[in-house]
């Protein structure tokens, strides 16, 4: 194994991990004062108690991979953000560098954002199939820009069963010219038209500076593909596609983004235009989200894509493309994240109600399991994804940081005081302390999950309007350069008229860091005049640094 | 594109295809006289219909891929199977030898088993995840039986980013070498046992000989992996996951498959123990329908993958891995299809009823199309996966044959007449001509939904018996090495005792073409005593041809 053995991400990045307070006596004391002690276990109880129930030293590496405390996302929102992945068991490095595994509970919310899209894109007409990721290499090298923009980022088999290969074959960095090679063979005539396909698949780019979820060697994502017998077509696919990535980030993860289209300078390689959600990061970086390419006849026509029209005439087809990637869950971390670790939208949360029992005694237990399970059951049957943990290794106050880190929406909370007046306590995720605690909530079944769900609902409300009101205030309307410079150096987003050549972005972009994130959709009214030349110009353009 | 672009299969294996007499006449011809024909269309009509409303000799070339016949299965079984997948429009070839592209007609059929196993992975207490796909060469030379299999059909990325690597990095052809990495950091004490994951996922093996879904370069497939603390633990997990298979095959696939253990010779590389689902194909050649491993320590060994048990002592621990592929739906075309094309069985058809409207008049049109689209509204509402098939370019002939061609197993036609009468025909995909017709059957939604429901139902069953029948008709108890040559060479399943060795088993294979497909579960009672050698032998094994 050796060197390829690498430390795990939250040692790698916190080498004074060790050095730190145990998080499970420190937070739990905490914890305990403003909920759980406050009703019968003081936070002494839970001390004592998490000291006699934790493994003794020699297994003090925990059972979990729970470690605790992260960098404050104040302090470094890099070594935060790493630290929650490898806290909230997100995702771990592979061996290769660059590489990426994502584990249970972070995959568990890429299966969210697919059950999601999923559907949507069956109700708006596309089917799912699979097209091999290997591609020869010399499709690759058919569309001019597409080849300029991908070929500094292939993985090339060039071996194939103990054989060297006559052609290098290129592992999928997206499938435009698979696509296109198999389109040539299914289309004939405009009744074949719309061709409308997705695949949800690996691909595989390059790249130098990995981060988990945000830029990684392989990644999963969905690639739309559709093709189309006239431009307007094609066009109205593409904004289709955008929204529908749209209403995904506003109404599932409860995240704002701006839809508009990019600059010439950052199209996609081999579209004629592309559209874009972007999102604002806790730290004001942009994450580019999701995009919809218009490839217009870029790709068919290198293919020789075409079909018979009514008239009989040979026509290239219109394209589009676009995709949303497992980038989308780094962007769910950034948004909503806070000191506590990761904070999820109920609607896209694996589990959206913790249960932590607590007692001391056998016969507390007794009452208290099955007060439990037999709310677990309520929970399920309503269809609320629910979980207990009953673990006997850690403290109620252990349990209580460990589920915070991890996002959980809500928290129910079951002592032998709840048993016997027949209600709970009920904490949200999102409002630290007793402000975000409401005491003696029924078990009564109707009475209980009708509380559960309209707070799932305030939660997941509450989350985009946070992120709303975040990104509002972070994006300064500019009219000139200076101003501009000021706000990216302020690490706000700057949105200002913009009719100027791809020469003055190229200098926005060395002297600010700041790209063209994108022309919104929406866009002020009135007269405008480009900040940089004092040209008259159509639109505002966004600028911010980017992932 | 020159000489990567491929003609299709049908093209590639019937090349005097458009010598034939196109089937949409011929055909529509003898399903009508026996169908539609005797409610009102001649097949004079028909015909007449079809050349009216076919596309000009130009565009001769189909706008679906469907071309009608196929070579009959029992004239050549392989150009019939390769024909079906052409013409149900399941598979095509990729651009690189031996791939494969799944069309939406063919994925569907996967995504219907990924629906049903995933969930029952879940129920049995497994997550999903996802490892990265690039494995260090390094890696796969660990465990040595692994290597010694796998080596040859190895894919290697040697060039990323333009530069050569300095390692070759392996293209997964399965994953216990990468998961048992990431579990030496996951595992540390008995508290974090069992582990039990799965992930859905591509995997590339470097086939000489492929067969589209049978066996590709690549294909997809789901790898279960789990680790236990002993190995009572493991052998049970290998035993329960073998079990879903069976399920799976059984309940939902109607395939019979014959559920075993592996030999010594074909037991997985690397484990202690592989349990088989086998499946008889039409041919009645065999199908490894899916294998599940005890892996014991071997790769647990190979990468120090260990545990503190509850005595504070490091052990190994114990594993699994199981998985089934795309490979199944090759299963299912070789188990149910027919002359006529393909035959799902409803639980898995992703379309369970195919209703086709028939008119001549605009009058007739409008009565029809209403009748039908309140009938698919009732279907859907039931849960029914039913689709109208409202194409004006083609006569109702052709369509009957082209979703018969696809395997759908009801068939719904309505007609101006059947309006009238508020009742439709309801035809059996499995029960050719009027024996497989329901006529008159109530468009009142209880009625027709009741009917539908029961019907499925009954296909469901009817292909289990079907194919238990003629599975067990073509295995034969044998008791001399001279009857088993004579059941394989007519071209049947031998089953007898065995307790020979790895030396008589290759004697067998070479002198028959046979391998041990396992020796099944379900054992006759009482003393054996081994075909080959005499000597007493514990159990019955099954030899076969297989795929």
């Known amino acids: 194994m050796g060197a390829l053995r690498l430390p795990s991400l939250a040692l790698l990045l916190s080498p004074c991990k060790s050095l730190r307070l145990r998080p499970s006596t420190l937070k739990a004391a905490a914890t305990v004062s403003g909920g759980?002690?406050?009703?019968?276990?003081?936070?002494?109880?839970?001390?004592?108690?998490?000291?006699?129930?934790?493994?003794?030293?020699?297994?003090?590496?925990?059972s979990s991979?729970?470690?605790?405390?992260?960098?404050?996302?104040?302090v470094d929102f890099n070594a935060w953000y790493l630290d929650v992945i490898a806290s909230a068991e997100l995702a771990d490095y592979g061996p290769v560098r660059g590489t990426m595994v994502i584990r249970p509970y972070g995959y568990a919310i890429w299966e969210a954002i697919q059950e999601y899209l999923n559907v949507k894109f069956k109700e708006t007409g596309h089917s799912n199939m699979y097209f091999p990721q290997f591609i020869p290499y010399s499709f690759i090298e058919k569309e001019a820009s597409h080849v300029e923009g991908f070929s500094p980022e292939l993985a090339l088999v060039t071996i194939g069963g103990g054989k060297e290969l006559e052609e290098k074959l290129v592992v999928r960095p997206t499938s435009e010219t698979i696509v296109n090679h198999m389109f040539t063979q299914w289309?004939?005539?405009?009744?074949?038209?719309?061709?409308?396909?997705?695949?949800?698949?690996?691909?595989?780019?390059w790249e130098?500076?990995?981060?988990?979820?945000?830029?990684?060697?392989?990644?999963?994502?969905?690639?739309?593909h559709t093709a189309h017998a006239t431009l307007e077509e094609a066009e109205k696919e593409a904004l289709q596609m955008i929204d529908v990535y749209k209403k995904f980030a506003y109404e599932q993860a409860a995240i704002p983004v701006i839809?508009?289209?990019?600059?010439?300078a950052e199209t996609f390689a081999g579209a004629i235009r592309t559209y874009t959600i972007e999102a604002m990061m806790g730290d004001r970086k942009a994450l580019q989200a999701g995009t919809s390419?218009?490839?217009?006849?870029?790709?068919?026509?290198?293919?020789?894509?075409?079909?018979?029209?009514?008239?009989?005439?040979?026509?290239?087809?219109?394209?589009?493309?676009?995709?949303?990637?497992?980038?989308?869950?780094?962007?769910?971390?950034?948004?909503?994240?806070?000191?506590?670790?990761?904070?999820?939208?109920?609607?896209?949360?694996?589990?959206?109600?913790?249960?932590?029992?607590?007692?001391?005694?056998?016969?507390?237990?007794?009452?208290?399991?099955?007060?439990?399970?037999?709310?677990?059951?309520?929970?399920?049957?309503?269809?609320?994804?629910?979980?207990?943990?009953?673990?006997?290794?850690?403290?109620?106050?252990?349990?209580?940081?460990?589920?915070?880190?991890?996002?959980?929406?809500?928290?129910?909370?079951?002592?032998?005081?709840?048993?016997?007046?027949?209600?709970?306590?009920?904490?949200?995720?999102?409002?630290?302390?007793?402000?975000?605690k409401d005491f003696g909530i029924s078990m009564e079944?109707?009475?209980?999950?009708?509380?559960?769900?309209?707070?799932?609902?305030?939660?997941?409300?509450s989350l985009l309007q946070r992120a709303i009101s975040f990104r509002d205030s972070n994006i300064v309307d500019v009219n000139?350069?200076?101003?501009?410079?000021?706000?990216?150096?302020?690490?706000?987003?700057?949105?200002?008229?913009?009719?100027?050549?791809?020469?003055?972005?190229?200098?926005?972009?060395?002297?600010?860091?700041?790209?063209?994130?994108?022309?919104?959709?929406?866009?002020?009214?009135?007269?405008?005049k480009c900040f940089m030349t004092g040209n008259p110009a159509d639109e505002v353009a966004i600028f911010a640094k980017s992932y």
Chains 1, 2 share one sequence.
């Open 36 to 62: 759980a002690g406050s009703r019968g276990l003081s936070s002494q109880s839970l001390a004592k108690e998490e000291s006699s129930l934790s493994p003794p030293s020699a297994d003090r590496k925990p």
């Open 65 to 74: 991979s729970y470690e605790g405390s992260v960098t404050p996302r104040s």
């Open 187 to 205: 289309i004939h005539s405009y009744r074949d038209l719309p061709l409308m396909i997705n695949q949800w698949a690996n691909v595989t780019r």
């Open 208 to 224: 130098m500076r990995t981060k988990p979820f945000v830029r990684t060697l392989e990644f999963l994502w969905q690639e739309g």
């Open 259 to 264: 839809v508009g289209r990019k600059s010439r």
């Open 293 to 436: 390419h218009n490839l217009g006849q870029n790709f068919s026509r290198a293919f020789g894509t075409q079909f018979t029209d009514e008239n009989g005439q040979r026509q290239h087809v219109w394209q589009t493309s676009w995709a949303v990637s497992t980038r989308f869950v780094g962007g769910i971390i950034m948004t909503h994240g806070d000191d506590a670790g990761l904070m999820l939208p109920p609607r896209i949360a694996p589990i959206q109600v913790i249960v932590v029992p607590i007692w001391k005694t056998a016969d507390e237990k007794n009452g208290v399991m099955n007060a439990v399970s037999s709310l677990k059951e309520v929970l399920h049957k309503a269809e609320i994804r629910v979980k207990i943990d009953d673990t006997e290794q850690r403290t109620p106050g252990w349990k209580f940081n460990f589920w915070e880190m991890k996002g959980v929406p809500l928290r129910i909370e079951v002592g032998p005081r709840d048993v016997a007046n027949k209600s709970v306590v009920v904490s949200r995720r999102d409002i630290p302390g007793k402000p975000g």
């Open 445 to 461: 079944p109707s009475v209980l999950v009708t509380h559960i769900k309209s707070r799932l609902e305030e939660i997941q409300t």
């Open 480 to 528: 000139s350069y200076n101003e501009l410079k000021e706000a990216i150096a302020g690490g706000k987003w700057a949105r200002g008229p913009w009719s100027a050549g791809d020469a003055e972005e190229v200098k926005v972009k060395e002297e600010t860091g700041a790209t063209i994130r994108c022309f919104p959709f929406e866009q002020p009214q009135g007269q405008k």
